[in-house]
């Protein structure tokens, strides 16, 4: 199988290949590239949004599409219990390599008979629903893999800067679909991802999903590029 290129990049890391990047297209802008270093840092190179979920996090934790599992490699360094889950096989071995504890190869909306008390999804992880409507489904399905009571700390980005022009004025096609919904494809070496749906969620819209289906929202945290950390917490 040659579609994992993240996987790929990090498993080559690992082995010394430091310079490994992941060349990332889109439907939006310009090729951009993912360094692979960027994805084991250490908490001392975490920016503060992350600092501030890690410190959130509670119970059992599930971090999603958790990568080379450096934010579940932190939490169990502050002796919390937290399961990594990825879709990418070669990030699960990398994860498993570097010491993380519990590890799942898996699709986590296909995830069934577990609970946790915390969901994390950092580096704009809420993306994995794709657009508004895969939003919907993915909250209906979180429910069912939280304890009553239980949290989402989630991060994503208002990317409605990415569509203003020099004079601050705004350019929308109404009949493209909501902004957010972006298209992207990976390549590492000789690996492809294909094209796939990310999401980016403006807080406000995130906010009317999130009570729809029954959890309270807040954001505690707004970067400096659109980007912030959303709280949920499920009523009981």
């Keep these: ?42 908490v001392k190179e975490m920016p503060e949004l992350e600092l501030l979920a890690l410190d959130a996090c509670r119970g059992t934790i599930l971090d999603i599409g958790a990568g080379a599992g450096s934010h579940s490699l932190a939490l169990q360094e502050q002796g919390k219990d937290v ?21 799942l190869h898996e699709d986590v909306l296909a995830l069934k ?4 008390d ?21 909250l209906q399905h979180a429910k069912t893999l939280l304890k009553p009571g239980g949290q989402i700390l989630l991060e994503s980005s208002d990317i409605l800067y990415m569509y203003e022009d020099e004079d601050g004025s705004v350019l929308l096609d109404l009949n ?33 999903y999130a009570t729809e289906q029954g959890f309270t929202f807040e954001v505690i945290y707004e970067g400096e590029a659109g980007n912030y950390l959303a709280y949920l917490s499920l009523l009981n």
């Design 1 to 42: 199988m040659k579609n994992d290129p993240m996987g790929t990049a990090m498993s080559d890391y690992l082995q010394g290949h430091t310079e490994a990047e992941v060349v990332v297209a889109s439907n939006l802008t310009e090729d951009d590239v993912i360094p692979a270093y960027y994805l084991f840092r250490s």
């Design 83 to 103: 399961t990594a889950i990825d879709l990418s096989a070669g990030a699960t071995a990398v994860m498993r390599q570097r010491g993380v504890l519990k590890v």
């Design 113 to 116: 008979n577990r609970q946790f």
């Design 118 to 138: 915390t969901l994390l999804l950092l580096m704009n992880g809420i993306g994995i629903a794709g657009n508004l409507m895969g939003l919907g489904r993915f």
């Design 176 to 208: 493209a679909g909501y902004y957010g919904e972006v298209k992207y494809n990976m390549t590492y070496r000789d690996q492809e991802s294909g094209w796939f749906n990310w999401l980016y969620i403006d807080p406000a819209i995130l906010e009317d």
